[in-house]
């Protein structure tokens, strides 16, 4: 005679329908911890990137708009150039740089705001570089002086 039914599922080993589900739920629990942390971690990524590259662009914008002054003030006494449309920056065609001038009430000294703009995530991004200018004067005379050739 064989054993009764409940002898027969006692002996039965496996897991029961409740212990599965409750298993792919702390699996599915870690699953998408992990899925978020990646997710965020490309973000930061990406942001970080951003910046490294906005930064190494920087001093590049700030020499070309200061040249840029330079070559459009002849002498001291003209007046502030006006700020030009926004242009692409050499090194990276997917950035724009704007500039301004701003003289202060000394007259000796100037404030040179660069502006950086790219698209991320389709949305505009800019940041503001500034650089103090002692004088304004030509790039031959900055070159005289700073090859030792003297100058104002």
């Known amino acids: 005679m064989s054993p009764p039914r409940d002898a027969r599922r006692a002996t039965q080993r ?3 329908l409740l212990e599965v589900m409750a298993a792919i739920a ?3 629990v870690g699953v998408v911890g992990v ?3 990646l997710t965020s971690g490309t973000r930061l990524h990406q942001e970080s990137q951003n910046l490294v590259v906005t930064s190494d662009v920087a001093e590049e914008v700030l020499l ?3 040249r840029d002054v330079a070559s459009r003030v002849k002498n001291r006494s003209d007046p502030l150039p006006e700020p030009p449309p926004p242009a692409p920056v050499p090194s990276r065609p997917e950035l724009k740089y704007a500039w301004r001038i701003t003289a202060a009430p000394d007259d000796g000294i100037f404030l040179l705001s660069v502006d950086v703009v790219w698209l991320e ?3 505009p991004r800019k940041t503001t570089f500034e650089r103090v200018l002692p004088r304004l004067t030509t790039a031959d005379v ?3 002086r700073l ?3 003297g100058g104002p």
């Open 35 to 37: 899925i978020g942390l």
């Open 26 to 28: 702390v699996f599915l």
């Open 121 to 123: 995530n389709g949305q």
């Open 142 to 144: 900055e070159a005289r």
């Open 64 to 66: 070309l708009a200061q």
């Open 14 to 16: 496996g897991f029961t």
């Open 147 to 149: 090859l030792g050739g």
